[in-house]
């Protein structure tokens, strides 16, 4: 094996021993969808996978029961037109079928992992969005009644053990399906289809949204109704444990794990298929700011532990040696990534007391830079894909540098450069201007400076227990925050025609003041400066007058004094300040002109915090201009030339 496809495989070895060493299996964000009727079903389902696609995909599949009674299984590593590509001289006849996408966030994305997984009989095919937490139990008792398997997933653990009660109870598949999830802990959606029974589909659901829709002689099945609308506005979402046993001839039967019989909710979908597929929120963006809780309790899955008194990142204990030994850490990226850069120089540095440089991808690659085997370089990128920055890493790889990636797009090319890393779980972010994957980085960043200064003994268990419990509970204050976002929108409305905007912060929240700026600048082509507050005197305050919003980060922490005195020089020059404060704050809260009142977290973690309502102020005031949010004028989602 060539020496790049062994680092290859260490990196994605690496993910699958971090989804076993954490007791974290393989989880997916994924998109299902079914159809069973008259029509030939393979077009529907792949439009169908198509209009999943804001989900992110990285490997797709379909299975069929054939006009001939076959039950044949496509899938492919990489997008729908992979998948139709493949199939172009497959049999994909057949009025029945279900068809799934999977974007992994743990793993190398490959076909054997891809659904949907065939039972050994291979009479059933199965689909799945969750994670079968006790997997590894179930797949030890089926392997010790001689079933073997042909891919990591969790999933192929479900339909062999459906299989496995079925034929050794002699039973219906929807009993062993009802036995099987019975036995199941975790989240699951799910679609099985039996190819001696080529009338019927059972679906199930927990934890994992999965909605029927209703149309003439016709049952359409799909994760949300996006894939759906537009062949009927009728629609049952299964609720928790509900089974819908879905009958070409007897129509729709919803039952619970009991077979106890429940009384299908017909509903009418009101949202078109552009709001359906942003969840409701009227731009990715926006919704992206509101998934931040939920996507960094995943980007936490399996690094904090459930009693929040240990941060580990495998990546980091499995390089430990070469992490602990570096004369120093590089840094590269660009944009929003290097502001998290920033913000993780001053982590490492304060915590690990190893010297941190961050470094402009764009700048580092041509400037000829010292470097060699004894320095790490850290590579964050959402996407993976932009140029400066895969440039940079080889660069650095080329000179002995030891590379360490923090990215969001699994599989993409620069974690495929890096000797490890860890992604970031986010899930796929849509709107150009980057906000879930900002904190996700931070988060990141924050348990690997945790755990590097834990093996190097450089933090005390105090601080370090300190650090990891109010961590477990940022989600929960992200929550809290978001709850302002009307008071916010409120507040843009002033700052609509504003030509100029400056932002400033201290300490960990400079770098949030630069991102606070970033994101006005992209959104809503106001011009607008991040600097460290205490930098104005030194020429911008020049620019402070009665028209100059400034955005100040004052929150309770080490220089809440200095940032005070900060305000005070920018209101004696009639400037306009926003305080981002510590709820309860009475001393700045009387001499700013508005302020926005945050819960109060540690300063390490104040960016993970202070970073939303900068979001929500740049979307809203983009919004008010009625700038084109989700995709602003001259940029890209992922620069991939120079
Ligand atoms: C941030 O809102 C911008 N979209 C941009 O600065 C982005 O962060 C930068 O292009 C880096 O992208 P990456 O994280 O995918 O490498």
């Not at 589909?201 to 029927?212: D, G, N, Q, T, W």
């Not at 046993?245 to 794990?257: A, N, P």
Request: proline residues 3%.
């Amino acid at each position: 094996m060539s020496n790049k496809n062994k680092k290859k495989c260490l990196y994605v070895m690496q993910n699958i021993y971090l989804c076993t060493s954490n007791k974290n299996i393989i989880a997916y964000m994924c998109g299902i969808v079914g159809y069973i009727g008259k029509r030939k079903a393979y077009p529907i389902l792949i439009k169908g996978l198509k209009r999943l696609e804001y989900r992110g995909y990285d490997s797709a599949g379909v299975a069929l029961i054939s006009d001939n009674r076959q039950l044949n299984v496509y899938k492919t590593k990489g997008k729908v037109a992979e998948l139709e590509s493949f199939v172009t001289q497959k049999d994909v006849s057949g009025t029945i079928g279900i068809a799934h996408t999977r974007w992994a966030t743990h793993g190398e994305p490959c076909s054997v992992n891809a659904h949907p997984h065939y039972s050994s009989s291979e009479k059933l095919a199965l689909i799945h969005n969750g994670i079968i937490e006790n997997y590894a139990v179930l797949k030890e008792k089926l392997q010790s009644k001689g079933y073997q398997f042909k891919s990591s997933t969790d999933t192929e653990v479900l339909v062999q053990l459906i299989e496995y009660i079925k034929v050794t109870n002699d039973v219906s598949l929807l009993t062993a399906v009802q036995l099987a999830l019975r036995e199941v802990i975790g989240a699951y959606a799910i679609a099985v289809l039996d190819k001696e029974h080529p009338d019927m589909i059972i679906a199930a659901r927990k934890s994992s949204p999965l909605v029927v829709g209703i149309g003439e002689g016709e049952f359409f099945l799909a994760s949300d109704a996006t894939p759906i609308v537009e062949y009927t506005d009728r629609v049952v979402y299964l609720e928790d444990e509900e089974i819908a046993v879905i009958d070409r001839e007897k129509g729709l039967r919803i039952v619970d794990l009991n077979n106890v019989e429940m009384t299908p909710e017909v509903q009418k979908v009101e949202l078109n298929l552009g709001q359906l597929e942003k969840g409701g929120y009227p731009h990715f963006m926006l919704k992206e700011i509101f998934e931040q809780p939920d996507c960094i309790r995943d980007c936490m899955r399996g690094r904090i532990n459930v009693d929040a008194n240990n941060a580990v990142l495998s990546a980091v204990i499995d390089h430990k040696e070469k992490l602990l030994s570096a004369k120093r850490f590089i840094i590269v990226a660009c944009g929003t990534s290097w502001h998290a850069g920033l913000i993780g120089k001053h982590l490492i540095e304060s915590y690990c007391r190893i010297p941190v440089e961050v470094e402009y991808a764009s700048e580092f690659r041509y400037r000829d830079p010292v470097i060699d085997e004894h320095d790490v370089v850290i590579a964050i990128s959402q996407s993976g894909e932009t140029a400066d920055t895969l440039a940079a890493v080889e660069l650095a790889k080329s000179r002995g540098a030891f590379i360490y990636g923090i990215c969001n797009a699994i599989g993409s090319s620069i974690p495929r450069a890096t000797h490890t890393g860890s992604y970031i779980h986010v899930g796929p972010e849509i709107g150009v201007a980057s906000t879930k994957a900002f904190t996700g980085q931070v988060t990141v960043l924050t348990i690997l400076a945790l755990t590097l200064a834990k093996e190097k003994g450089t933090i005390d268990e105090q601080t370090y227990l300190q650090i990891v419990r109010e961590l477990a509970h940022i989600p929960q204050k992200m929550k809290e925050v978001l709850t302002l976002n009307k008071s916010i929108s409120e507040l843009s409305k002033i700052f609509t025609y504003a030509h100029n905007f400056i932002y400033l912060g201290r300490g960990y929240t400079y770098p949030v003041a630069l991102e606070g700026a970033l994101k006005l600048k992209e959104i809503s082509y106001i011009h607008a400066e991040g600097y460290p507050a205490a930098e104005m005197k030194h020429g911008p305050i020049a620019l402070i007058d009665a028209e100059m919003p400034v955005v100040v980060i004052a929150t309770q922490n080490g220089l809440y004094e200095k940032v005070l005195s900060n305000i005070q020089e920018i209101k004696a020059r009639k400037g306009k300040v926003i305080a981002i404060l510590t709820q309860g704050d009475k001393i700045i809260s009387r001499i700013a002109d508005y302020c926005i009142e945050l819960p109060e977290t540690l300063e390490c973690l104040d960016p993970l915090i202070t970073t939303l309502p900068l979001q929500l102020l740049a979307y809203h005031i983009a919004v008010c201009k009625g700038m084109d949010v989700d995709q602003p004028r001259n940029l890209a989602k992922s620069v991939t030339v120079e």
